[in-house]
């Protein structure tokens, strides 16, 4: 199993590694964007979130908000807490690069039947939603 998640892996990373240089962002760029929610993530659980340490995640953010893809904001709710929110320009450059994703995934569709692809689709919820909450729960 460890070997098709890590073939998986490197097939999503060639992928969006390709869409990132179409768009003129760096593969890390598109990855930090591809997983900024459109309503925005608090930013104190997103390094946790993308496995990376705070020093890290400000680094990439402050290179974000001088491209214009990101901007930061109190919350509404909790004054303390600042939420990550996609630009205009980023949600642009987000919606580009899942309609481009999905272009490559048509070309894949060939090699599947309708019913490999629900069965992969529900397994892959499956596996997330287990993801989610074995990290959630530690």
Known sequence: MLENLNDLNLYYTITLRKLAFKNNITFEQAKFLTNIPYDGVILTGFAKKLGIDNSTLTRNIDKL??????????????????????????????????KSFSKELIKIKNYLSSDDILKIKNSLEKLNWAFDRFYNDE
């Open 65 to 98: 908000i001088v491209l214009d893809f990101v901007k930061i904001k109190k919350s509404e709710l909790d004054q303390r807490k600042k939420i990550l929110k996609l630009s205009t320009l980023g949600i642009q450059t987000v919606k580009e690069l899942e």
